[in-house]
């Protein structure tokens, strides 16, 4: 069920996206552009903004801007993050990644232009939302993805490689590394439906534990998945001396660690009732998913 949900909603935000590039003047970067962001990857972010634009009623036509842009971003990250420089991966969604396909400094430039792209995608003055709206959504996007969010994550990331770090310096760089996309996921949606200050601050603070579960999984992933439903290369933490929760405690604890915490999510998106159904199975689905 959720797989079918995500299969739609990759459909939706492509085409989004697509059109958006088609748009615009070409370039020689739209190519590997279209290659990191379109066809490939679960819009995993863009199913949870969609789910947690059902607690509010919001038209999802609203929200199709902060998917695309969310996706641009992450993709853009993947991107980097499979640079030599950074974790030197060569397949990424079951192809070869961006810099082995076109290059590393096109990879590098389409990357970047996908940062870009995602401020164009939510300024666009077609985007029929109040100004201030948009600028709380920028103000957002921009400080979960730089040096107080996922780069400043990654930089972590690399730093704590065979390091001893303890659970919540790893905690900590996890949820910044991958959680704060999710925060701003939330909160986007929060700002959307015009929420007071302190429900903005609590959905950002649930999309962060929903990051961290996320990543949790992942992890899980690295360790017990397969390369062939996964589209990437397995085993890479231990190799490379990542600093994971599994490394820190075991795998065992580290399920019960993830466990605990989706329980938690789920308890806080209770008071939504059925509106939060959605939610609750792409949760249940983070946890379980094998790709
Ligand atoms: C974004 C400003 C900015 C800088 C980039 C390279 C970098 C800094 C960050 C990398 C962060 C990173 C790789 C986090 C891991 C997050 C994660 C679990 C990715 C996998 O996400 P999925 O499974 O991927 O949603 P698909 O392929 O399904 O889209």
Redo the contacts with the bound molecule.
Sequence with gaps: MVKRKLILNAKKIDKFINNFLNNQKRSLLVQPMKYGVIS??????STIILDVGKFFKINEKKLLNICAAVEC??????I??DLPC??NDSL??GKPSTHKKFGEASAVLAGSSL?TLAFEIISDKKYSIHSKMKNEIIKSLASC??HT???G??DL?LKFENKKKNFSQIINMQKK??GKLFNFCLFAVGVIANKSQKEKFFLGSLGEDIGLL??LA?DFLDKKGSKKLL??AVKKDSKKGKSTIINLIGYEKAYLYAQNLKKKILRKIKKHGKKANDLANTIDFILERK?
């Design positions: 490939g990857g679960k819009k995993i972010r971003i992450h993709s853009y990250s993947l980097h993050d950074m974790d990424r969604r940062l993805s730089g969010g996922i780069a994550g990654q990331d590394k991958t996320f990543q992942d589209g990437k790709f």
